[in-house]
Structure formats: C-alpha cells, structure tokens
C-alpha cells in the first residue's frame, strides 16, 4: 500500500491551522520545497492533503463528483445559498447544470460588455482629475455594480443596488468553517435575517418577471425562463442561491486579480509600455469597446492571464475524498480532504520558464507554456466545474485595465503590496496607487459617428468635446 503525504510538522492540537490561517501562499511555498508537490496538514482535528501539477489536477477534476466531493468540502456554503452549484450533491448537480449555465451561453458576452463599460466609465467618471485610491477598495464597489447590473437588471442595480450588497455582507459574515451553521451565534442570526430580508425584495421581481417575460434580458431572466428536464420551473429559492452563489464566486475573486493586474502593471514598466501602446492604439476614450477590438487586446489579455497565474484568487481548490485514493506515489486516505495549491502548480520550476518571474510573453505565439497540459493553469478550476463566469470575469479583468490606463496616469506608492485574504480570495493589501486624469484629446469625427451608432453611454460628453474633422 502506498504511504500517506509526507507531514508537515504543527503544534499540538492546532496541527498546521496557525500557519494555514496566516499567509498562506509562502507557507504552501515553503512546504513544497521541503516536502514537494504533495504532502499532508494537521488542521485542528482535520487532516487535509494539498496536492499541485498537472497531473495531480487530472485526478483531482477526473474524481470530482465521484470519489472527491465539492459538495461535502464545501458544505458551510450551504447555509448561504441552499443546494446550487458548488453545495449541491452530484445529482442535484446534474438536474441544475444547464440552469446555472444558461446565463453564460454565447450571444450573451456583448451585452455584459456593455454593461462593464457603463459601470466603469461611472467609475472613472467619480475618480475626478488626481488623487490616490487603494486599488482592492475602489475596484470593490466597480465589480459589485458590474455583477449587480448583469445578474439583475439596471433598474435593480439603481434601486437596491447598495442594500443589497450589504445584505449580502451579512451573508457573508456569516460563514464560518468551524461551528455548525445552526447554532444560535449572532452571526448566523444575521446570516438569517438577511437571507429573509433578500427573499422579501427578489421573490416579488421574480413574479413580475415570470409574468412580463419579453421585457428583460440579464441573468435573473435566464434563470427565471429555464425548465428543469420535465418541464418544471426554477424555484424561487433556487433561483435567489443562484443569484447569490454567482455574486459569492465572482465578485471578490474578480476584485482580487483586476488588482494584482494592475499592480503587476505598475511594477514592470517595460511590459506596462507595451500594454500602453496597444490600448492607445486600438481604443479611444469614450468609443465602446467591443468583443472583436478586446480580441485583439493580446498584451492586455497576457497580463490578466499572468496574473492568474501569479495571484490565482482561487489558490486552493477543495474536495473532501469519499474513498482512498491515489496521487502520484501517495495514497489519500478516505476522510481526508484534499486541496489543489492552485498556486503552488502555476510555479512549479519545471513547467514554467522562470516560474516566479512576472512574464506575460510566456503566452505568445512560440512559447505558450500554458498549452502543455490541459490542467497547467487551474486558476479557474477545472473539468465538470469549471468557472461558469471565466469569460465574464477575464473580460471584466480586461476592460478594468484598458479603461484605467486609457484615461489616467498611474504610480503605484507602495511597490511591495503584502497578500491578504477574504473569504475565498487572495488581494493585495495596501495596493495605494496615485493617478492623473490623462489631457482630454481630440476627438476624430468618425469616431464620434461609430460611438452614436453604437449607443455610447458617453456621447453627450463626447460630442461636447473637442473634434477633429
Ligand atoms: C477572477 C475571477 C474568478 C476566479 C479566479 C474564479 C475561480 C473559480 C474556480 C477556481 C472555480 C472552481 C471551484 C471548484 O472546482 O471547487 C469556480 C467555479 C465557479 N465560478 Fe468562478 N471565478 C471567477 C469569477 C467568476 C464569475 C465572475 C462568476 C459568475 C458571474 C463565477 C461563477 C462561478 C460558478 C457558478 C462556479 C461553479 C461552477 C460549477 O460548479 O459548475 N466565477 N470559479
């Protein structure tokens, strides 16, 4: 029989939970140095397996829904949203999949666009001509808004935009991987109050919607037309942890990597210069950018992508085995649970040309490092559960990016930003950055015509500026 990881060492009792708890990403570095890709951790009574590479990632997504359960990992996310997505058992799973992914399906990218530049021009719009952000706590509200307007529709996101992001604070409060969900802490009283308070406002939107069906097109709609296999409808309940499950997944996770993109932006100037050059090439302030100009955003698209690579949001991916299993020359006990280091597998030495080196070309045409292996990059995750919003979330990433530096000078003040953890989700702490709004320039007459044509959220602004013939 093939030995378990090798462990490493904790303190009595707690096992590894303090070195867990704090920076996780240079305790997991330092593990794998001493220990390799696989090796085991003590948290409290838990014993827990951290797995990284390609090969490992296989049998991690090949068992998932089988032998590895998300469901039984992520079981204190139930109390949140009900059984959806990632808390449902496989075959609830199964029934729901094509629900959860109606929304994401092609022909439905342009429209979110849209909505991500309205949301970001507001956003840059508010910023006036120069002061200093820090990045996480100014982009939070952007990507709140972005979800918001796209999952519920603008006129929710005008109204009750704001009440219900801090009804979905206290939700998010309330998670909590130690103590049962049901016991009487206030927290989980919050938790409660506010799940209720959510159904108040959603339940009467989904009847109306249910009845004027025509008249929307935003991800509440998809959810509310969708049919289960026989022919029934969603259920309210389901539909609100749909809601609230795709505001969990990709809101901080967003707010995290859109950060450390620029971050990473700020700190390597040569890159930074070539990044420039194409948005001052291809774009223009105040003309929308569409899905076929973002595809030609190739320097920008390479940075989002580093950044997933350097800073996955996601840097551990969870499951809890349901019987022994076996990764490379180890055996995982039935129990245990088992994290991919998302992270550690985007370093590894021999996959990656100077693995802990910022380099966004090790995408171009010629090296692609990451087409070695179906599973070198897991920043996203991987097989059946795969992210359902990478698209929407790497396009978000994106236009965060080309918009900010389209229209604002940036310094970053504080080049070392130090990682800190949300529920979820790694960001840089202290990412303080200093802009200028950029001189309004000229702009070309037909550029003006395309972006009526278009329907420009800004063109009364533009039309009163300076043209050129
Ligand atoms: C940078 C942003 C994001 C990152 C890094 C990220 C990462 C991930 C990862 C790693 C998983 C797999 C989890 C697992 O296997 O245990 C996942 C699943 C998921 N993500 Fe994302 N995500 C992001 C943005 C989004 C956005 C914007 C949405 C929706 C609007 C979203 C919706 C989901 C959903 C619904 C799932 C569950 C899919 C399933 O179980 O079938 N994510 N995400």
New binding site residues.
């Given amino acids: 029989m093939k030995p378990t990881p090798p462990q490493v060492p904790g303190l009595p009792l707690i096992g590894n939970m303090r070195d867990f708890m704090g920076d996780r990403s240079v305790f997991f570095q330092r593990s794998f140095e001493k220990y390799g890709p696989i090796f085991s951790l003590q948290i409290g009574p838990k014993k827990m397996a951290v797995i990284a590479g390609a090969e490992a990632a296989e049998t991690f997504?090949t068992k998932?829904d089988g032998d590895l359960r998300?469901d039984k990992?992520?079981g204190p996310l139930r109390a949140m949203f009900g059984e959806i997505?990632?808390t449902a058992s496989p075959e609830v799973?199964n029934a729901q999949?094509h629900i959860?992914?109606a929304?994401?399906k092609g022909g439905k990218m342009p429209g979110y666009v849209r909505v991500m530049q309205v949301e970001i021009q507001q956003w840059l719009d508010s910023l006036g001509t120069s002061g200093e952000i820090d990045l996480v706590e100014s982009l939070a509200p952007v990507v709140q808004n972005v979800?918001a307007h796209?999952?519920m529709g603008e006129d929710f996101r005008k109204r009750m935009g704001r009440e219900f992001w801090d009804l979905y604070e206290d939700l998010n409060k309330g998670l909590d991987m130690v103590f049962p969900p049901n016991w009487p802490l206030p927290k989980f009283r919050k938790r409660d109050r506010a799940k209720a308070r959510m159904h108040e406002i959603i339940a009467p939107i989904i009847a109306e919607r249910r009845t004027n069906s025509n008249q929307y097109d935003d991800?509440l709609q998809d959810f509310v037309e969708a049919r289960y296999k026989d022919d029934s409808p969603v259920p309210d309940e389901i539909i609100i942890g749909?809601i609230t499950?795709?505001?969990f997944?990709?809101?901080e996770?967003?707010v995290?990597?859109?950060a450390w993109t620029i971050v990473e932006l700020l700190k390597h100037p040569d890159y930074l210069a070539k990044v420039q050059a194409e948005i001052d090439e291809k774009t223009f302030p105040g003309k929308p950018i569409d899905i076929g100009t973002m595809a030609q955003m190739q320097y920008v698209a390479w940075a989002v992508d580093e950044t997933?690579r350097l800073h996955?949001?996601?840097d551990m991916?969870?499951?809890a085995a349901e019987t022994d299993i076996e990764v490379g020359d180890y055996r995982i006990p039935k129990g245990w649970m088992v994290l991919?280091g998302?992270e550690i597998g985007h370093r590894l030495p021999d996959t990656f040309d100077d693995a802990e080196a910022y380099d966004p070309l090790r995408y171009a045409p010629g090296r692609e490092e990451q087409k070695q292996h179906k599973y070198t990059i897991?920043?996203?995750?991987?097989?059946?559960?795969?992210?359902?919003?990478?698209n929407?979330?790497?396009n978000?990433?994106l236009l965060i990016t080309t918009m900010l530096l389209q229209q604002f000078e940036l310094e970053l003040l504080n080049p070392n930003p130090t990682r800190s953890y949300s529920v979820g989700?790694n960001r840089p702490a202290g990412a303080v950055v200093r802009y200028k709004r950029k001189a309004q320039q000229a702009i070309p007459a037909e550029v003006v015509a395309q972006a009526v044509a278009a329907g420009c959220p800004h063109i009364t602004a533009m039309q009163d500026a300076p043209h050129t013939n």
């Fill in positions: 997504f998932t998300m990992a992520y997505a990632f799973y999949r959860l992914h929304p994401f979800a796209a999952i991800m749909l499950a795709l505001m997944a990709g809101h996770t967003t995290g990597q859109a997933t996955p949001s996601a991916i969870m499951r991919l998302t897991t920043g996203f995750g991987g097989g059946a559960h795969k992210c359902t919003g990478m929407f979330a790497n978000e990433m989700a």
